[in-house]
């Protein structure tokens, strides 16, 4: 039974995400700038735009044609140019690297922890921070658990915390973060001017 994930804050979103790893690592790529529930609900749009969320399909379409499935209104990411480039480069790697399948990326080799980081972080368009995020939320969420996975997503990993998109269960987890988020950049803001 495949976990059911909250973090798009809609039903049929949340569904794909629950069920399509491929989805749950394109609303990884897409959550930047955007609220968080907007860019997790970023693949279900793009699957009802192409008629399904196809790796192979993204990876071989145009540019053009694909970045007109990100820009149609309204728009899955306020950058759609740039975003879809983005969005077909990672689908292309995992074509390259993976055969299209986003599984392997943390079963291939029955890699530890640090190494499905180091995955992670090799995909288009994932940094540190993002690499990092998304481990916490396979091992949080979806019970892949590789050994060393929450010293490898670092305070991400960490139990009973709010930090990121691996610790959102429903609305007010949701809530917790987005608080989590603002006093962080409230710390930040006081550290580089303090009065």
């Keep these: 039974m495949s976990p059911k994930l909250c973090i798009a804050q809609d039903p049929e979103a949340d569904a794909l995400l629950s069920s399509s790893p491929l989805a749950l690592l394109f609303g990884m790529m897409l959550d930047q700038q955007i609220p968080m529930e907007k860019a997790f609900k970023g693949p279900r749009d793009i699957a009802d735009r192409m008629g399904s969320l196809d790796v192979h399909r993204i990876a071989e379409a145009t540019p053009d044609e694909f970045a007109q499935?990100?820009?149609?209104?309204?728009?899955?990411?306020?950058?759609?140019?740039?975003?879809?480039?983005?969005?077909?480069?990672?689908?292309?790697?995992?074509?390259?690297?993976?055969d299209g399948e986003v599984v392997s990326i943390w079963t291939q080799g029955d890699p530890g922890g640090a190494e499905v980081l180091k995955r992670l972080k090799k995909l288009p368009g994932f940094g540190d921070q993002k690499a990092r995020i998304f481990l916490a939320l396979l091992g949080k969420q979806l019970d892949v658990q590789p050994e060393g996975w929450r010293q490898a997503a670092g305070s991400y990993g960490d139990a009973g915390t709010y930090r990121s998109v691996a610790d959102v269960r429903d609305s007010a987890t949701l809530m917790q973060v987005r608080n989590y988020k603002k006093s962080s950049k409230a710390q930040s803001k006081e550290l580089q001017h303090p009065n």
């Excluded at 149609?72 to 074509?95: G, N, V």
Aim: proline share 7%; net charge positive.
């Design 69 to 98: 499935v990100i820009a149609e209104k309204p728009a899955i990411h306020r950058f759609p140019a740039s975003m879809a480039k983005r969005l077909q480069a990672l689908a292309q790697h995992l074509i390259e690297h993976y």
